[in-house]
């Protein structure tokens, strides 16, 4: 049924986490089986995800009559719901945490998007939500715009281990790395420790959307790739600085890349395109089930990706002839991507709202 794909790309050194979470896969052991059986090292979730568990299931529906009857409600009643889900999949992976130092088997839970441009406001509920887990191995994903940075820098500062989110570019990744960096200095100013962990997620298939048709066919599903290439570059750059270095000497981590969005949205491409191509030691790939399973049944890897890749601003370079501007772009799909989430959360709402009615 399987081939050793997984374990084999997990042994080049890179984490393959799950991007799903639904009770169902919690309950029937498909996540346990996955752990035990295809490498997976952790997990991702987000508000689409959810939305379609709890809409379209009726797996939680014992446990929403519960909730309501408490006086929950709206976004307090999906949290509760959420860190119920994340905190046994975190405990699935208690032991991967404690095998690798605690660098792996970490699951991610989001802040609103509704409190995006409101920095206090998301300081204040990923400390909230961090402590309401209580698992050392749960990041809070905050996304990487210009309004998330400074409450990234104060997560980290706090001590809160941070997912971000919604990046497109390796200036974009530099700019993450900064907050994560400014703020274990100032833990170690303030004689704390700079242990805190953070992965910098970079969303992947969204580029070749983007561009599928304002580029020849030639280029079609190669831009993610090559930015993916040059963002690899930035990270190794930003863990070989003198300034990375010094943290590093007095007991802090690397902000690990993860590739996310790894699913390939065009059919007449391979569908395990993301993943073959994009093994590198010491990063993440989160993958949904149907691209997981795909890799285990048929996946290859060819080779790791290179610490500077001259094809890949070949590449880019081409993309440019070809019309598209790729930093304009990069801004463009991260300010949709901030706008895709409010809508995907006041979508998650929505369908929490009718399940209670409907339950009530």
């Not at 049924?1 to 986490?17: E, H, I, V």
């Not at 989001?110 to 050392?136: C, R």
């Not at 991260?334 to 009530?360: C, H, M, N, P, Y």
């Amino acid at each position: 049924m399987t081939s050793n794909a997984p374990k084999a790309l997990s042994q080049l050194g890179q984490s393959l986490w799950l991007d799903n979470i639904t009770r169902d896969l919690l309950d029937s052991g498909t996540l346990k089986r996955y752990i035990d059986e295809l490498s997976i090292t952790g997990l991702t979730s987000n508000p689409t995800i959810f939305d379609h568990a709890i809409s379209q299931s009726s797996h939680y529906d014992t446990e929403i009559r519960r909730q309501l009857d408490r006086g929950m409600t709206g976004e307090n009643l999906f949290f509760v719901l959420a860190i119920q889900d994340l905190s046994r999949a975190a405990d699935l992976f208690a032991a991967t945490h404690a095998r690798t130092g605690t660098v792996d088997g970490f699951v991610s839970l989001e802040v609103s998007p509704l409190l995006a441009y409101d920095t206090k406001a998301t300081i204040a509920q990923a400390k909230a939500l961090h402590a309401k887990a209580n698992k050392p191995n749960l990041f809070i994903k905050i996304p990487g715009t210009a309004e998330g940075l400074p409450a990234i820098e104060e997560a980290i500062y706090a001590g809160v281990p941070i997912n971000v989110t919604l990046l497109f570019s390796a200036e974009q990744c530099t700019a993450a790395a900064d907050a994560y960096l400014k703020g274990l200095e100032r833990r170690v100013i303030a004689g704390l420790s700079p242990d805190v962990r953070s992965v910098a997620s970079l969303f992947v298939s969204r580029w070749d959307v983007a561009v599928s048709n304002k580029v020849p066919v030639e280029l079609r599903n190669t831009l993610g790739i090559a930015v993916s290439k040059q963002c690899y570059k930035a990270y190794r750059d930003v863990m070989e600085s003198d300034r990375f270095q010094a943290l590093a000497n007095v007991g802090a981590r690397p902000q690990r890349l993860l590739f996310a969005s790894t699913g390939t949205k065009d059919k007449s491409a391979s569908d395990t395109l993301y993943i073959s191509a994009l093994a590198a030691p010491n990063t993440v790939n989160t993958m949904p089930d149907q691209t997981l399973l795909a890799f285990a049944d048929h996946g290859t890897i060819s080779k790791l990706l290179p610490r500077d890749s001259d094809d890949a601003e070949q590449a880019l370079q081409a993309h440019t002839k070809a019309g598209i501007d790729i930093v304009a772009l990069a801004g463009q799909l991260q300010s949709e991507g901030a706008k895709g989430f409010v809508t995907s959360w006041r979508e998650l709402l929505g369908a929490i709202d009718a399940k209670s009615k409907a339950l009530a």
